[in-house]
T-cell receptor
Framework: NAGVTQTPKFRVLKTGQSMTLLCAQD?????MYWYRQDPGMGLRLIHY???????AKGEVPDGYNVSRLKKQNFLLGLESAAPSQTSVYFC????????????????FGEGSRLTVL | AQKVTQAQTEISVVEKEDVTLDCVYE???????LFWYKQPPSGELVFLIR??????QNEISGRYSWNFQKSTSSFNFTITASQVVDSAVYFC??????????FGPGTRLSVLP
């Protein structure tokens, strides 16, 4: 009953360090997303993927890279962390919504809290 | 362009009061999907409901109800007899067919005992 799992849950980095957040889903979903949530800013889309081997930029992609080598995994990388990247990161997955059916909601991971000093 | 507005930034009510959270969306598409999510203080995002543009039927689930009106582009959420456990940030979201989600800024609901 795992759903969407994010690792790590917490991380503290120094400016300039690199790290990777891992997202894994066991629901065979085609679509996967990375969001960041800052106080008072709601959810902002960083990158997303509509299938294995594909990625695309979202609303705030600068400073991040992603990879989707396997359908179940979506990795978010920070090559050179900056204090502005201090945030809570959420991974999510979904199926594509059927045109005439009620499907396609996002399933979220528990979030990863990243602090960049 | 698509947009979701949740005009109420914060709402405070006393337990057992009814409260309505407003959501207004903008889209020119005729096929779209609307969602509500709850984010309690623990931080996780919990899916509450989805509606597609072809189904304007309102829905009730226990103390929760949703009113979808295409004429006013609104998808409002009412909690009846609110409880302290309802305290959370609530997000309304819009998704077009084959496209990404657009989230509203959220409404922080505080239910006081």
């Amino acid at each position: 009953n795992a759903g969407v799992t994010q690792t790590p849950k917490f991380r503290v980095l120094k400016t300039g360090q690199s790290m990777t957040l891992l997202c894994a889903q066991d629901m065979n979903h085609e679509y996967m997303y990375w969001y960041r949530q800052d106080p008072g800013m709601g959810l902002r889309l960083i990158h997303y993927s509509v299938g294995e081997g594909t990625t695309a930029k979202g609303e705030v992609p600068d400073g991040y890279n992603v990879s989707r080598l396997k359908k179940q995994n979506f990795l978010l990388g920070l090559e050179s962390a900056a204090p502005s990247q201090t945030s809570v990161y959420f991974c999510a997955s979904s199926v594509s919504p059927g045109r005439f059916t009620n499907t396609g909601e996002l399933f979220f991971g528990e979030g990863s809290r990243l602090t960049v000093l | 362009a698509q947009k979701v507005t949740q005009a109420q930034t914060e709402i405070s009510v006393v337990e057992k009061e009814d409260v309505t959270l407003d959501c207004v969306y903008e889209t020119r598409d005729t096929t779209y999907y609307l969602f509500w999510y709850k984010q309690p203080p623990s931080g996780e995002l919990v899916f509450l409901i989805r509606r597609n543009s072809f189904d304007e039927q309102n829905e009730i689930s226990g103390r929760y109800s949703w009113n979808f009106q295409k004429s006013t582009s609104s998808f409002n959420f009412t909690i009846t007899a609110s409880q302290v456990v309802d305290s959370a940030v609530y997000f309304c979201a819009l998704r077009l067919y084959g496209q990404n989600f657009v989230f509203g800024p959220g409404t922080r609901l505080s239910v006081l005992p």
